[in-house]
């Protein structure tokens, strides 16, 4: 009877700690092999906010047939473009201040905040065609970083070299899930100037391609949660050492009972 009991006991965790392929698969309820389908997606266009960093050029074409860049935001030393990498990027970028300025030198200051990076490009070659003559302006984010934790093999902070990431990419930059990463409870955490907008994705439903949250904007945060089995493993030495103790004290139970007898 002690040994049914025991047995029955294994049978029941291991099938709570099951995990079926289904749970395992991204967007599975897309149709079957053949079939199409097609989604609306809107792409967002990022705003500007305080604190970010831009790369700007105006560059403009000198009378020995050169390509001069008249703000030189990239200092060369020897051949080694200083602006590679992060640190680069923060040191030589132009920051957009509280007040949402850029200071653009022989330029002055102009406000940026609230403008996409097509906008502010255009504002910037307005403002530089009345200083320079047949220049062109460049204008990009430096500052798109995004973060992904939880339930994922690299958890971190991550920067974005594209005008677009999706959620998809974001958590394949992350190593991809866990083995106890959880596709159907997925939080997106978007921080803007009035305070945070949170977003839920179920990465098993077709849905998500024609979400708010599907592409990502700067600063976003990806939090992956994990599955129940996570909560059974780590509390399986618990279980193990109680189940340990109970068949030890129903053991010296019946013992007991039969020395008794």
Same mark, same amino acid.
């Given at each position: 009877m002690k040994q049914i009991l025991l047995?029955?006991?294994?049978?029941? @965790?291991?099938?709570? !700690?099951?995990t079926s392929q289904k749970k395992l698969a991204y967007l599975n309820n897309l149709p079957v092999a053949g079939g199409e389908e097609t989604f609306t997606m809107e792409?967002? $266009?990022?705003?500007?906010?305080? %604190?970010?960093?831009? &790369?700007?050029?105006?560059?403009?074409m000198m009378p020995d047939g050169t390509i001069n860049d008249f703000l030189t935001s990239a %200092?060369?030393?020897? #051949?080694? &473009?200083?602006?590679?990498?992060?640190?680069? #990027?923060?040191? &030589? #970028?132009?920051?957009? /201040?509280?007040e949402g300025n850029i200071v653009?030198?022989?330029? #002055?200051?102009?406000?940026?905040?609230? =403008?996409?990076?097509?906008?502010? %490009?255009?504002?910037?070659?307005? !403002?530089? $065609?009345?200083?320079?003559? /047949?220049?062109?302006?460049?204008?990009?984010l430096l500052s798109f970083k995004f973060t992904v934790i939880g339930e994922v093999r690299a958890p971190g902070t991550y920067v974005n070299y594209n005008n677009y990431l999706?959620? =998809?990419?974001?958590?394949?930059?992350a190593g991809g899930l866990g083995d106890y990463g959880n596709r159907n409870k997925v939080l997106i955490v978007r921080p803007f100037d009035k305070g945070?907008?949170?977003? %839920?994705? /179920? =990465?098993? $439903?077709?849905?998500? @391609?024609?979400?708010?949250? &599907?592409? @990502?904007?700067?600063?976003d945060v990806v939090i992956v949660e994990p599955l129940n089995q996570k909560i059974f493993s780590m509390n399986l030495p618990t279980f193990s050492f109680i189940l340990t103790g109970l068949t030890s004290t129903i053991t010296m139970t019946l013992l007991l009972i039969n020395y008794l007898k």
């Open positions: 047995i029955l006991i294994a049978v029941t @965790l291991l099938a709570a !700690s099951c792409i967002p $266009d990022y705003k500007i906010q305080p %604190r970010d960093i831009l &790369y700007i050029t105006v560059k403009a %200092r060369n030393y020897g #051949g080694a &473009y200083v602006t590679q990498g992060e640190s680069g #990027g923060y040191l &030589y #970028g132009f920051d957009v /201040n509280p653009i030198p022989a330029v #002055g200051p102009i406000k940026v905040a609230g =403008l996409t990076l097509e906008e502010t %490009r255009k504002l910037l070659q307005e !403002s530089a $065609d009345k200083v320079f003559k /047949n220049s062109t302006v460049e204008c990009k999706t959620v =998809l990419e974001a958590i394949g930059r945070t907008k949170t977003f %839920r994705l /179920n =990465l098993q $439903d077709k849905k998500i @391609l024609s979400s708010e949250a &599907y592409f @990502l904007l700067p600063n």
